[in-house]
């Protein structure tokens, strides 16, 4: 049985280590991913295309397979400001969703963050919620959105803020009420995305802080 899964965000954190975990599995045949640039790995079940994501639109035909794996993400200081983030954050992986549920495929998993809410007073976690409210509109068979607190890993740019809260969290969370918000590392929430997209057959599901552990 072939299966095929799409990845947006496969050189980020938790994406590289999705593809990593997506061509060393036995239920994934094909893996393809959408780039801004080339992948600098090659592998047999491997397919990279090159986009340009503000045409992203004109790209339906790369939609065809059975996941979509949304793990798009940036963060203000490296979009230059809240529009231009959120044109990453929202605006390219609805556009991504709209496209993979037109062409079939089934399931859509996506990395949101914990606290997303669409009423919330942060701009970053409002966008995720607005993300993910859009996506539960959209006729796919199956929905799963995971969404990690602090996300532990070698990232291509350095984070100020997060290497701090890398140090000081998982500190902190070793007191009992705040155990359940400890870091996560990418390769952790890769591992899960595998799992479920593997194993669980509910219509929509969360994974929040602790579920992602498992």
């Not at 954190?13 to 780039?35: D, I």
């Not at 809410?117 to 068979?141: C, D, H, T, V, W």
Request: charged fraction near 20%.
């Amino acid at each position: 049985m072939t299966k095929t899964a799409i990845i947006l965000g496969a050189t980020g954190l938790v994406g590289s280590e999705l593809l990593n975990e997506l061509l060393n599995s036995s239920h994934y045949t094909h893996v393809v991913t959408l780039t801004r640039r080339a992948l600098p790995i090659s592998h047999s079940k491997l397919t990279n295309h090159i986009i340009d994501f503000e045409k992203l639109a004109q790209c339906g035909e790369l939609f065809k397979g059975d996941v979509l794996f949304s793990c798009l993400g940036t963060t203000q200081k490296q979009a230059g400001s809240i529009s231009a983030q959120r044109k990453v954050d929202f605006d390219y992986q609805f556009i991504a969703a709209q496209l993979a549920v037109s062409n079939g495929i089934k399931h859509y998993c996506l990395v949101s963050s914990s606290g997303a809410n669409a009423q919330s007073r942060s701009p970053y976690l409002k966008m995720k919620g607005q993300l993910e409210q859009q996506i539960k509109l959209l006729a796919f068979e199956r929905i799963s959105i995971f969404q990690p607190s602090l996300l532990l890993g070698q990232r291509e740019q350095f984070r100020v803020a997060e290497k701090i809260g890398s140090i000081i969290l998982p500190i902190i969370a070793w007191l009992p009420f705040l155990k359940r918000y400890r870091p996560i590392t990418g390769k952790q929430v890769a591992k899960k995305m595998l799992m479920v997209s593997t194993e669980q057959q509910i219509k929509l599901s969360y994974f929040v802080l602790d579920d992602l552990f498992e």
